[in-house]
């Protein structure tokens, strides 16, 4: 299974791409689409948009997880990820892949066993359970990638797979 793994954000937006069955994953892909800030809203959105379908189409994903938004303080902030996350599920629906949410808690058991963990535990053993040719230049990144992780972790107790 190839899981595409999205942070969403419309700074930043965290894109991973995994292969595997959640006991063996393997990083093929991650990296972060960046917006110009000084270009509007719409024009951002449509630049996330246009490089995530390039992501899809070279890639070829056969699911989506996604982090679900958390905010507690900027209600400016939360409005314009907001409006980028329904941009990535637009293009992701478009794509016809399926979606699956997790929440910060539900990503961070996934990767360290604790649900408060913070970036620097989360990184230590992110690389750990996936040896990758390249680290994460950004937390959006790392954040793909452990939302892609939990994915694929999911899946394998979930829908446990039949071995031939």
């Known amino acids: 299974m190839r899981v595409l793994g999205i942070d969403p954000g419309y700074d930043r937006i965290?894109?991973?791409?995994?292969?595997?069955?959640?006991?063996?994953?393997?990083h093929m892909y991650s990296s972060c689409i960046t917006t110009d800030k000084k270009l509007a809203l719409t024009e951002r959105l449509n630049t996330l948009a246009k490089e995530l379908r390039e992501v899809i189409a070279a890639q070829k994903p056969d699911c989506c997880a996604i982090e679900s938004l958390y905010f507690t303080k900027n209600q400016k902030t939360a409005m314009g990820v907001a409006a980028a996350r329904g941009a990535v599920m637009l293009v992701v629906a478009e794509a016809g892949l399926s979606v699956t949410e997790y929440t910060p808690p539900q990503v961070k058991v996934a990767v360290t066993?604790?649900?408060?963990?913070?970036?620097?535990?989360?990184?230590?053993?992110?690389?750990?359970?996936?040896?990758?040719?390249?680290?994460?230049?950004?937390?959006?990144?790392?954040?793909?990638?452990?939302?892609?992780?939990?994915?694929?972790?999911?899946?394998?107790?979930?829908?446990?797979?039949?071995?031939?």
């Open 113 to 164: 066993g604790y649900g408060k963990s913070d970036k620097k535990d989360m990184a230590k053993m992110l690389w750990r359970l996936i040896p990758a040719s390249k680290k994460a230049n950004f937390d959006d990144e790392m954040d793909a990638v452990a939302v892609a992780l939990t994915h694929l972790a999911h899946a394998r107790t979930t829908y446990p797979q039949r071995k031939s």
């Open 14 to 26: 965290g894109v991973a791409v995994l292969s595997g069955n959640g006991s063996a994953p393997v």
